[in-house]
């Protein structure tokens, strides 16, 4: 069954299998094919494989289970064409991700961009539809062992509401979410806070003009988070106060902190042509949370101190139950904190307590002298 001469290619028709035959090339090549008309009446053909590798009685089995699909509404071809389109993995990150920026908050977006595009970088090739629970399950693993159970359980979310929005956009063919039943590990609400050692290792060890140790010190001394200071802008730093905008914080409501005597020290010193970001590029901002930590971190050891593992939000938290143990009247603490307030003091709140404030932060950072050591005052902070 060859290709006779001057012919382009010939077709050879199974007598027994309706819809099977041999595609026989000009160039010598040969496949086994399956021919069938779909639901709008077009003839379509599917190649099974070569007859090198396939034989009559698999080419037969394959033909009939096609038949047998088409009979029940498949159109092998269309199905076939479209898994051979289908995207990548990363190809649905990129459209995901464009459309994430606008309703996440940056950090939020930040966080869900490094998890797709760093951790989950060994699923980017990956066809769409080719992604099992094991793929996921084995990526999850690795992060784990890595990274830890937390960051692996933030890379499941990042991945789970990928493929759940790829789902309901119609960009996932199917019904399946393969991020579903993978392994989550349980966590546990952080109730850590930082005790006078640790606070006097950490002051200590940032004692320098790098911007990452003067955002460690003025989360400490504002309580603020940690992307609040940060992402501060020389625009917020007024003569009295620094003032956040209702776009930058999580609450989505202004914020102002006044502006005493240890956080302004613990600024850097404002340029003449004071525009764009405290810290960071100009442009941009400070990044690099991580590996300033792990220089952090590793002065601490060296230091001969033994600290516990600690984050930046455990200086907001260190900074509340300091105050309310001080006695600090709750609300005003809340209103540091920039918490949403109800009833009564969601009217006070949006007198910004200045002068309750005020004196609350003042009240800290008389405790934070005495935890730091009055030798500290004569090195101005």
């Not at 003839?43 to 009939?64: C, F, K, N, P, Y």
């Not at 090739?125 to 784990?144: Q, T």
Request: proline share 4%; charged share 30%; net charge positive.
């Amino acid at each position: 069954m060859c290709c006779p001469a001057g012919q382009a290619e010939r077709f050879f028709w199974d007598a027994d299998c309706r819809g099977l035959g041999i595609r026989a090339l000009s160039s010598g090549r040969r496949s086994w094919i399956f021919q069938y008309r779909d639901q709008h009446g077009r003839t379509r053909r599917i190649v099974l494989g070569d007859l090198s590798v396939v034989s009559l009685d698999d080419a037969r089995e394959e033909a009939r289970r096609k038949a047998a699909s088409i009979t029940h509404g498949a159109n092998p071809s269309v199905e076939r064409k479209a898994k051979r389109n289908a995207g990548t993995v990363l190809e649905l990150i990129e459209t995901y991700l464009s459309q994430a920026k606008a309703r996440l908050r940056p950090r939020s977006y930040r966080e869900t961009e490094r998890n797709l595009r760093k951790h989950a970088a060994s699923l980017h090739h990956e066809r769409v539809e080719a992604v099992r629970r094991r793929d996921i399950s084995e990526v999850l693993e690795r992060i784990s062992e890595k990274s830890g159970p937390i960051a692996a359980n933030r890379v499941r979310a990042a991945l789970s509401a990928l493929w759940s929005w790829g789902l309901r956009t119609g960009r996932v063919d199917g019904d399946a979410n393969p991020v579903t039943f993978t392994l989550q590990h349980p966590e546990r609400t952080r109730e850590r806070t930082l005790n006078d050692v640790e606070i006097r290792a950490i002051w200590n060890a940032t004692e320098t003009s790098e911007d990452y140790a003067r955002i460690v010190r003025l989360c400490l001394l504002t309580g603020c988070r940690r992307e609040e200071i940060a992402g501060l802008r020389w625009r917020e730093i007024l003569a009295d106060k620094i003032a956040i905008g209702a776009d930058r914080m999580k609450g989505r409501l202004p914020h102002e902190v006044p502006l005493v005597p240890m956080i302004e020290v613990a600024l850097p010193p404002r340029p003449e042509n004071a525009d764009g970001f405290v810290f960071g590029r100009r442009g941009t901002g400070f990044s690099g949370f991580s590996d300033s930590k792990e220089k952090l971190d590793a002065k601490l050891k060296k230091s001969g101190l033994n600290i516990q593992p600690w984050g930046l939000h455990d200086l907001r938290r260190t900074f509340s139950t300091r105050l309310h143990d001080a006695g600090a009247d709750p609300i005003v603490i809340e209103a540091l904190l920039a918490h949403k307030q109800q009833g009564v003091a969601a009217v006070y709140n949006r007198a910004s307590f200045r002068e309750a404030k005020r004196s609350a932060l003042l009240r800290w950072h008389q405790l934070l002298m005495e935890i730091i050591g009055h030798d500290q005052e004569a090195r101005r902070y």
